[in-house]
C-alpha cells in the first residue's frame, strides 16, 4: 500500500496538459493567468495629490504662517492646471493634477482664506514632494504588474480594468463528471426502503468543486452492475475528469475497477495508506483522469480534499491548490491503530496563545452528519499510535474554514 505522499506523486506526474482559453476580466475572478498584464501606461498618469488642499512652492512657505495667492483650482477631471508661479497657490482636490512648478501640497486643514479676499493662509510648512505621488510611482508603462501563474482576486480585476484589458488568457476548467454507484442508493426525493438510504456523496462532492470554481455533470446513480457502471463510465471520459464515489473497496459487488480494466484503463494506484479512504483508485485513459473514490461518506470528502484536489487545482493553473495546513494544540488525547495517515475532524479556534483544535467526537467515516461540526482535520501521523492533550498536531483546513459557522 503507497503512502499518501506517493500517491500524490503519482498524481502529479500524471497531470494532462493544461489548456488556455479568452474570458472577459470581469469574468476572470477565481481564476489563473495564463498570460502576463503588462502596464499600458504609468500609474499615475501624471504627478497626483494625495489630498484635498493647496499646491505650492515648499520654498514658498519654508517660514508658514504665510499668505500666498490664489491663482486658481485644480479638480480631478477638471483638465491640466497651467504652471504655479512663485508667490502663488492652487487649490487641489484629491486624485487632481499637480501644476508644474508645484513641489508639495498643503492639506487643507493647515489653510485657511486671508482676510484680504484671493490670498490663502498656509499655517505650516510643508516639505517638497510632500502629498504627491509622482508620475509613475506605482506602476510604469511596460513594466509586467500580473505574472503568469497569478491567481486572479478583486485586486486583480482592478488591475485589468486600470490598464484597459478587457480580455484576459487564463488556464481552462477542466470539464468534470459524477457519479454515484450502490444498488442501496435513491436520490434525496425520493423514500428510501428500508434497506436503502439516500445518495449523499454526489452532492458533496458536487459541492466542493463548486467551493474551487468548478461544475459538475451529474450522471445519476449506477447500479452495482458491470454493464450499467460501462456505460455510464464511457459517458464520463467524455470529460476531462471523471470521480466516481462507491464501488471501490473489497465487497463482490465493488466492481469498479473491473470496469475499468474492461474499459482499458490504466489503474496507477488502488489502495493509499489514509484513514478514512484506504481504497482510492486513480486512474487515466490519454488524457482523461479517473478517480474512484469510497462511498463512505467522509471517506469520499477526506479523498477529494486530498487527492482530487491537488489535480483539478493545477488543471485550472494553481501552483499549490492544496488546503492550507498550520499548527494547533490537541486538546484531548487521541488514540488509533497506527499504519495510515489519518485526517481526523475537528474544532479549530484561535485563543490568545493560537489554535486550538478540539478534536470531534464522531463515530466512523460513514458519520457526515458527525463531519458538519469540523471545520478542519489534524493530521494522526501513521506511525504513531497516541497524540496527547497539549500536543502540537498537524491541521488541514477544510476549503470553507475561515467563514464556517457552526
Ligand atoms: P462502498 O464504497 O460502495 O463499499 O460503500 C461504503 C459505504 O458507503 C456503504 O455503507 C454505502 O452504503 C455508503 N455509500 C456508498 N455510496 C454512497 C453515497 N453516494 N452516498 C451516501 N452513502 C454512500
Ligand atoms: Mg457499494
Given at each position: 500500500m503507497i503512502s499518501v505522499e506517493e500517491a500524490l506523486g503519482i498524481l502529479l506526474s500524471n497531470l494532462p496538459e493544461r489548456r488556455i482559453e479568452q474570458v472577459p476580466f470581469r469574468s476572470a475572478l477565481g481564476r489563473v493567468l495564463a498570460e502576463a498584464i503588462v502596464a499600458t501606461?504609468?500609474?499615475?498618469p501624471f504627478r497626483r495629490s494625495a489630498v484635498d488642499g493647496y499646491a505650492v512652492h515648499a520654498s514658498d512657505v519654508r517660514n508658514a504662517p504665510v499668505e500666498l495667492v490664489l491663482a486658481g483650482e485644480s479638480r480631478a477631471g477638471g483638465g491640466m492646471p497651467g504652471r504655479l508661479g512663485t508667490g502663488e497657490t492652487l487649490s487641489i482636490m484629491t486624485g487632481a493634477p499637480v501644476p508644474e512648478g508645484a513641489d508639495a501640497v498643503q492639506m487643507v486643514e493647515l489653510c485657511k482664506p486671508a482676510a484680504a479676499g484671493g490670498k490663502i493662509v498656509i499655517t505650516q510648512p510643508v516639505r517638497a514632494h510632500d502629498n504627491i505621488a509622482p508620475r509613475g510611482s506605482e506602476s510604469r508603462e511596460g513594466?509586467?504588474?500580473?505574472?503568469?501563474?497569478h491567481r486572479i482576486g478583486p485586486a486583480e480585476i482592478a488591475a485589468m480594468a486600470t490598464f484597459g484589458y478587457s480580455r484576459a488568457a487564463v488556464y481552462r476548467k477542466p470539464s468534470v463528471a459524477i457519479f454515484a454507484t450502490g444498488d442501496e442508493l435513491v436520490e434525496f426525493d425520493q423514500v428510501p426502503r428500508p434497506d436503502q438510504i439516500r445518495n449523499s456523496n454526489a452532492y458533496c462532492l458536487a459541492s466542493q468543486l463548486q467551493l474551487m470554481g468548478l461544475e459538475a455533470d451529474y450522471l445519476g446513480i449506477v447500479r452495482d452492475d458491470k454493464e450499467a457502471l460501462r456505460q455510464t463510465m464511457r459517458a464520463g471520459l467524455e470529460r476531462d475528469v471523471l470521480i466516481i464515489t462507491g464501488g471501490?473497496?473489497?465487497?463482490?459487488?465493488?466492481l469498479v475497477q473491473d470496469v475499468f480494466q474492461d474499459l482499458g484503463l490504466e489503474i496507477?494506484?488502488?489502495?493509499?495508506?489514509?484513514?478514512?479512504?484506504?481504497p482510492t483508485v486513480f486512474a487515466r485513459r490519454g488524457n482523461n483522469l479517473i478517480f474512484g473514490l469510497p462511498g463512505n461518506p467522509i471517506s469520499a470528502l477526506i479523498t477529494f480534499e486530498c487527492f482530487v484536489r491537488p489535480v483539478l487545482g493545477r488543471l485550472c493553473g494553481m501552483a499549490h491548490p492544496e488546503l492550507p495546513r498550520m499548527k494547533g494544540e490537541l486538546l484531548a488525547d487521541m488514540k488509533q491503530s497506527p499504519g495510515r495517515t489519518a485526517f481526523l475532524p475537528a474544532w479549530v479556534t484561535w485563543e490568545d496563545d493560537g489554535w486550538k483544535v478540539d478534536p470531534l467526537l464522531w463515530k466512523?467515516?460513514?458519520d457526515i452528519i458527525g463531519f458538519t461540526r469540523a471545520n478542519a482535520t489534524f493530521i494522526f501521523p501513521k506511525n504513531r499510535d497516541f497524540l496527547g492533550k497539549g500536543e502540537i498536531v498537524e491541521l488541514m483546513l477544510l476549503p470553507d474554514f475561515f467563514v464556517r459557522q457552526r
Open positions: 501606461s504609468d500609474i499615475p513594466e509586467t504588474v500580473l505574472e503568469s501563474g471501490v473497496s473489497m465487497g463482490t459487488y465493488d496507477l494506484f488502488s489502495k493509499v495508506a489514509i484513514k478514512p479512504g484506504k466512523s467515516s460513514a
